[in-house]
């Protein structure tokens, strides 16, 4: 080989190693990270493309795919119910599209059972990923009907997944009535020796999976929630150890924070909402760090192959396209007998004015629930019909009324039952679906053929005991009347009920007692359908456009008195009223939007007007603190004007008024706090209502967004002296004097704001005596914060929110002592820099590529030199010389033709 060809040998190896190098760095570029990735929802209720979709989940797990070996897409239950879909294929559908999208675990909710106990089994076995469950069980031996648990492969980890559903599903759905032959409940969930068993059951299911099958992490699905106030899934994870995230479902609300384990050990808890609003994310990492976020939105994908951007909902959104195309063809298929044209109406029966208020007809007599109580009662020839409020899900607004917007407004198509039952039950079962008022209640009855008088002022007495209820008071529920005859307690009447209630649904134990006297043809859906369309001759007629005063309520539960009459001043009206009988009620603040635009604060307030005159009223001012969380504790008084949007008689007297708040404001918004109830009405006339109900029931850190929340203001201001701020192994320790305050809380939440979020840390706080304190932070998260310029930082211990003032001037001792805690430095450790192995990899190739390069050109200096002596000693051949080639054939070319590149093949 002469030196030129060897030159070029050199060369072609050296390209070959810098291309090579190139390309195994894009090789290491493009693989997918080994840790772990969970997806989750719960609650879906068939919204199979509103909000985010399932669609949009399933190109957010696609593009997960791209980056991560191991995507786990998990749902924590009520996903059959709750739209036109899931009620005409009773779930079947539902669970078509969940095999389509590949969910991996799935348990079950409470609303799984809806469409009876054998289509729950059907459903279960349809499911590719079958369901789990580990407390619903046969009651004599407690085997489960489903598996407890799911073990999932992922890489070289294991994860386990336990199902747990509310032990209360089995009093409020009909499991409780379905009895074998000696008259005993078939089914459990555990919900006996106050749940004892459960937490033992769980237990030994969190062992097995730990011990025996050797599971590297526990994930606990909760189909509980939160914010329940006898049970909830902070009293579950009480009792058990080694669970390492909390996966939560049933309450339908957005949070992601912590809670504790048996051992005071730290748990996430996460729950996204319902109705596919947002998507869990939770990542395993390798070095076993396990990190969750909230997902509001699906982001645009790089490569747009196989996505599609749509208008849903008020904005554009991105979802995968063969989901998309699979959900309209199932739209497509049900779309003859959904848009059938069944009657029409010239009014809205209205159950609410926006879809997140609470329904009206769970807390009073509603025209939708008159509607469906007399289609029941009628189809059935009966003589009464009982309506449980709470089935009734939607508005039915004027027009032309198809079958969908029937399904819509009841999408149960639960069977109606006849029962005979004596005056007496019935004066229970009325008695305790009003029970808990002033709150609303799925259970509150809507009638047909039946009136009553309903005082709220009256305590609640209701006790149930051993399967039997006993009022020890004066009842709430008075002067009851059968079509106008008062009822009679030991008569005997067909009563006609949806069959959820009568097997003891929302509670209505007392109909389990008795049999059923007939089974009518019709289901709630198809009685209303067919109501409309032959009893009303398609037309609905105006008495239902207004209350038929079957449900007279004469008092309302801690309204508030108004010292002097409250009157329009540019109202000319002469009509009188009784100072002392006029009250006014914050009833409740409900719905609350931030996830549109974190500037503004938005939400719908209920007001009570008992004897006011309202017609004037179209707007009230209401005093509120809005809370900034922006490294330090802001407080802002505001005056948000709420404009009424609707108004509906909610007795005698009264009229319940709809009123929609919206205010801009500065910041990102963390809390918002009812300073005062003090309101003033159409600009001009302050009302003091600061005694009223609302001040007691406002929310309890009703969280409806990660960055945004409710939370009833309970403040505690403690001045830290001297205080200082440093790292002590990856800890964050502040520690100093307070003012003489004793600190009795331990656990702490320390917040802080980054751009457009809040990142909450965890901290161990100590009171250490002679008015000292430590407090321990552990974050897990990088954090970028700058304290200067602020003295404020704001803990939540959950119980009371304190607000820690530091009194060293304008900044903290962390900027004035240069060995305290630099946080930009403390940023670079937590997030690591560029590794000792990787600049030692580094380095090797640098030198490798001088060598190489040094080479080259030495021996091309060489090559030069010789070639000159050559042509010196040999000059080239004149213009008459002829030189005759190798003649070489096509066949020998193409034999030793180097093929080309293929490609690479990157996974």
Known sequence: MNRGKFISFLFLLNFYFIEGSKNKNIRKLQELSDDIVILHVNDVHCAINKTIGYDGFALYRNEMKKKYKNVILVDVGDHIQGGSIG???????????????????????????????????????????KYICSNFCFRKNKTTIFDPYKIIEAGNKKIGFIGVLIPSAFSKTYLSSLKDENNEPIYDLLADNNEKNLFENVQANINILKNDKKVDYIVLLTHIGLSLEEFNSQVLLSKLENVDIVIDGNTHEIYNTTIKDKNNKEIQIVQTGNKLESIGQI?????????????????????????????????????????????????????DELNKIIGHSNFDLLINSEDNEPSMCEYQECTLGNLIADAMKDLSNAEIAILNGGAIKKNLLNGNLTSKNIIDVIPWYNTIVVKRLPGQVILDALELGVSNLPSPSSGFPQVSGLTFELNSDINNSVKIESDKL?????????????????????????????????????????????????????????????????????EIPEIYNDLQKRIEISAVHSANQLSEPILDNSSNSQATYDNQSQQIQLFSIHSYKFYENPYMIEFGILVLFINYPTDKVSSITMKLIIEYIRLRFLEEEENVTCII???????????????HCSKEVKGPISTISLISCDIIINGNTPVNSSTSEIAKNYGENMQNQTNNYFSQRRNINITFDNCSVYIEKNKLIFKGKTNGFKITTKESLLVFAQGESIINIMCDINDEGNNTFKMVCEPTVIINVDFSGNNEVYINDYKKIIMMDFENGKSLAIFEDENNLNLKKYKKTISGDITFGQIFFITILFIALLVTIFIIVFLCKKSIKATKEAKETNPPPSENNNMTLPSTSKEEIDKNNIPGDAGLNIN
Request: proline share 1%.
């Open 283 to 335: 990542i395993i990492k390798k070095n076993g760090i396990i990190t969750s976020e909230i997902i509001e939105s699906v982001p645009e994908p790089n490569d747009k192959e196989g996505s599609m951007n749509i208008y849903r909902d008020g904005q554009k959104r991105w979802v995968d396209k063969e989901i998309n195309n699979f959900i309209d063809n199932i739209w497509e298929d049900y779309s």
């Open 645 to 659: 949007e609707s108004k509906k008689l909610y007795s005698k007297s009264s009229e319940m008024c709809y009123f």
């Open 470 to 538: 006993n009022v020890d008071g004066e009842r709430r529920v008075s002067n009851v009347k059968v079509n106008g005859e008062e009822l009679n307690l030991t008569k005997l009447y067909n009563v006609s009920l949806l069959e959820f209630v009568g097997n003891g649904g929302d509670g209505f134990f007392m109909f389990t007692k008795y049999n059923i006297s007939t089974v009518s043809l019709y289901t709630d859906t198809d009685s209303l359908i067919l109501y409309i369309k032959d009893n009303l001759k398609g």
């Open 87 to 129: 009620a005409i294929s009773k779930g079947e559908t539902i669970i078509k599209l969940m095999n389509k999208i590949e969910f991996n675990v799935v348990t079950i909710g409470n609303h799984e059972f809806d469409y009876g106990i054998d289509q729950l089994y059907k459903l279960g076995n349809d499911l590719s990923s």
